[in-house]
């Protein structure tokens, strides 16, 4: 079992920055990726987001190129992101989330483990 606590999101004017952070604990052992996923109303969840525990290697979403970095403090085993230049269509529920391993990275399915989630909310 890995438990994820996230910190961080809230409400911010559009153009704004925000920066999310995650704390992990358990068997973070398995652990392949640590990634951030998203999902608005009425929309299906996505993958914002994905660190790779080893190496390090990122993966960014399309829509966030650009505008977001994902970073992780292997000694302190949390993961951030930091969110600039933020929009409207930002507006989300935030959710940390641990890939094991074997599993892709960017991919939502039932064996990842999942925080409680944090609300980013972007306004105009």
């Known amino acids: 079992q890995v438990q994820l606590v996230e910190s961080g999101g809230g409400s911010v004017q559009a153009g704004g920055s925000m920066r999310l952070s995650c704390a992990a604990s358990?068997?973070?052992?398995?652990?392949?990726?640590m990634a951030w996923f998203r999902q608005a109303p009425g929309k299906e969840r996505e993958g914002v987001a994905a660190i790779r525990t080893v190496g390090d290697y990122g993966y960014v979403a399309d829509s966030v190129r650009g505008r977001f970095t994902i970073s992780r403090d292997s000694a302190k085993n949390t993961v951030s992101l930091q969110m600039n230049s933020l929009k409207p269509e930002d507006t989300a529920m935030y959710y940390c989330?641990?890939?094991?391993?074997?599993?892709?990275?960017?991919?939502?399915?039932?064996?990842?483990?999942w925080g409680q989630g944090t609300q980013v909310t972007v306004s105009t």
């Open positions: 358990g068997y973070t052992s398995n652990t392949r990726c």
């Open positions: 989330v641990a890939v094991p391993n074997g599993r892709p990275c960017m991919v939502a399915d039932a064996t990842n483990y």
